[in-house]
């Protein structure tokens, strides 16, 4: 095998062994070859694992050795997202994502959210004083529903030349196709910032879309302190009654006619 090859060989097993110990600790049980460590976990069976990567990985300080238990660091957990995020590394490294799901009168819609980044998934977990958290799930929904639209909306400002629309033949209808879904996410978007309306749709762009700190709106919008919280939790209110908005209520019919037991309609 070429040193390419032996290099990658090493990552998988590398690999392999963080995604066992990510599911819980393991022991070093046996040695099942000159070359082979098996390592058992009482929760996830058992593997057989290659000294190196055993050595490299307590070396690198991905895994830690705590007689005789062997369990994932911070570092090691770290390393698997940036595997897992082969497009773009080093963000896939510092990403916490979540999928949510949301639903609307189309059925639910699977929404990828990346915690570390989210103002909104940040005062999901703040308590306030009662030990309630300072935004509930359904306003967190509806604010990621917003984000997600908006980015299928490719609304973000363009950074430099856009490259895809210079195709042909399957390209330019692959961007045609992108364009339609792109155009009903905008729509909705309109329809949604439009029922908010203007005095609250400000701050929904800032902290939803954005991803604006609270105190950094409060500075641009020259705000007083502590205000954007009860603003957005205002807007994100009625953002959500627009995604699901209440149903028609029923007027209880009055008494139009009496009549006795013999009693019958003219026609």
Not at 42 to 63: P, Q, T, Y
Not at 66 to 72: A, D, H
Not at 77 to 99: F, I, K, S, T
Request: with cysteine; charged share 25%.
């Amino acid at each position: 095998m070429s040193a390419a090859g032996h290099k990658l060989a090493g990552k998988a097993a590398i690999s392999r062994l963080l995604r066992f110990l990510a599911k819980g600790t393991a022991e070093i049980v046996q040695q099942a070859s000159a070359g082979k460590l098996t390592l058992e976990s009482k929760s996830h069976g058992a593997i057989s694992i290659d000294r190196k990567a055993m050595k490299s990985v307590l070396g690198d300080g991905l895994a830690l050795m705590s007689e005789g238990t062997l369990s994932i660091s911070d570092a090691g957990r770290a390393n698997l997202r940036r595997l897992a995020c082969a497009d773009d590394p080093y963000a896939g490294q510092h990403r916490q994502e979540a999928v949510i799901v949301v639903a609307d009168q189309h059925g639910p819609m699977r929404v990828r959210s990346n915690d570390a980044e989210s103002p909104l998934a940040t005062l999901r977990k703040r308590k306030d004083a009662s030990g309630k958290p300072l935004i509930s799930d359904e306003a967190f929904k509806a604010g990621e529903r917003l984000r997600a639209d908006f980015t299928i909306g490719n609304l973000m400002p363009s950074i430099g030349v856009n490259w895809d629309v210079s195709g042909s033949g399957s390209r330019v209808n692959g961007v045609l196709e992108i364009t339609n879904a792109a155009l009903a996410a905008r729509q909705r978007v309109e329809r949604a910032l439009g029922a908010v309306g203007p005095e609250l749709s400000g701050v929904l762009i800032d902290v939803c879309c954005f991803l604006k700190g609270l105190e950094a709106v409060e500075r641009e919008r020259q705000w007083p302190v502590r205000s954007a919280k009860l603003i957005l939790k205002t807007a994100l209110a009625v953002l959500d009654r627009h995604y699901h908005p209440a149903p028609p209520s029923r007027a209880k019919l009055g008494i139009i006619h009496w009549g006795t037991d013999d009693y019958r309609p003219v026609l």
